[in-house]
């Protein structure tokens, strides 16, 4: 009989990693590309079978996702990518930046075995370069292949466009005052309705404060998120949040992010913290957010009346119980103390019956010894 193992993909076998004796197939020093199916095919002149059996290799850092796409809109980019493979547990980080900008931002998904993210707070107009990595309890995994993808143009830059475009085009064919009054306003018009709000005018060389600043009470504690500063996006290093306590102003912590994010835990019940942003740009400048002020709530009295209300339906159920036993003790003997009188009523009557046959048969013996 012939025996032949092969990789099911086509690949051969690891050289000099492999070894065939007795049917049973060995491979050393395993690879991650090791993984797969490998099937056994066993010929005689009769016929030939084929098994297949899956190699997995596990403690491995996953691999990279793959086949990233997107989609845009004039502040944000929606990306989605595949996973390497499906593994429990797997989380991503979306690495981004302006492709003219020299540091990556990251935004972390949050939710374990979701493939995609929405980055927000863009720059409208302008193109930007992504790619993700993945990890697992046992690291980091690769990084994607990096694409680039813009977002939308403004409309208020499409439409100022438009109208200058409008203006050159009258200005080398000249029309009719009344006409070019009613284009006017009808133009005018539209702008009105379908514009936007247009954000304030770039500065050059110039990085402007966090703004937006909010803080949303979950599970973990307070997440903090606030907008990118509208200019200088490009000149910004990083960012880093400050908290106080008040009012004795005293500084709990300080932490550097490249996200427009973070995540507070751990903050003191029934206490009021002040919260800054810094952007820090990459001379060194520090620019500041506004303040915003948070008031813990206390759960202390919730906690309070959760332990009294447990401890009182504990105290309750103990007294159920108690009840319970108390009358089950009672009824058992009420029915054995009627057993006990029946039982003691024959004995009296048996007994009576037997000192009366005792009697008889003594009156019996004294007559016979008269006789005689």
């Known amino acids: 009989m012939l025996l032949l193992f092969l990789q099911k993909d086509g690949h051969a076998l690891p050289s000099k990693r492999h070894q065939i004796e007795g049917g049973n197939l060995t491979l050393t020093s395993l690879h991650e590309t090791d993984r797969g199916i ?22 491995l850092t996953p691999r990279p996702p ?18 390497g493979y499906l593994r429990p547990n797997l989380e991503y980080t ?16 949050l939710q374990k075995n979701v493939m995609e993210a929405t980055i927000q707070h863009l720059l409208p107009g302008r193109e930007y370069e992504f790619m993700v990595l993945s990890q697992d309890k046992h690291g980091d995994g690769m990084f994607s292949k990096q694409i680039r993808f813009s977002t939308q143009p403004s409309k208020v830059i499409v439409e100022d466009e438009s109208a200058v475009a409008g203006e050159r085009e009258n200005h080398n064919h000249p029309q009719q005052p009344q006409q070019q009054h009613q284009q006017q306003q009808e133009s005018t018009a539209d702008r009105n309705i379908k514009a936007p709000p247009a954000p304030p005018p770039p500065q050059a060389n110039s990085l402007s404060e ?48 490249f996200d427009n994010y973070y995540q507070l835990r751990h903050l003191k019940e029934g206490a009021t913290f002040k919260i800054q942003i810094l952007a820090l740009s990459m001379d060194g400048e520090q620019i500041p957010s506004s303040i915003l002020m948070i008031q813990v709530p206390s759960h ?30 009672c009824l058992f003997h009420l029915f054995s103390g009627g057993i ?33």
């Open 38 to 59: 490998y099937e056994c095919f066993a010929t005689n002149e009769a016929a030939t079978v084929t098994a297949e059996t899956e190699l997995m290799i596990e403690n």
């Open 66 to 83: 793959y086949n990233l796409t997107a989609n845009s809109t004039e502040t944000s980019i929606t990306v989605r990518w595949q996973p």
């Open 94 to 109: 979306v690495w981004y930046r302006l492709t003219d900008a020299p540091e990556w931002r990251t935004m972390r998904i």
């Open 210 to 257: 966090p703004w937006n600043l909010s803080a949303i009470n979950n599970q973990q504690g307070w997440l903090l998120h606030w907008e990118h500063p509208v200019d200088g996006l490009d000149l910004l290093r990083h960012y880093t949040v400050r908290w106080w306590k008040e009012p004795e102003h005293h500084l709990v912590g300080t932490v550097e992010t």
């Open 300 to 329: 202390r009295k919730t906690r309070i009346l959760l332990i009294g209300s447990s401890v009182g339906v504990a105290f309750l159920l103990c007294a159920l119980i108690a009840f319970l036993y108390v009358k089950r003790s």
């Open 340 to 372: 006990n009188d029946v039982n003691g009523g024959d004995g009296a009557a048996c007994s009576t019956s037997i000192d009366d046959g005792d009697d008889s048969e003594h009156s019996h013996d004294i007559e016979k010894i008269n006789n005689t």
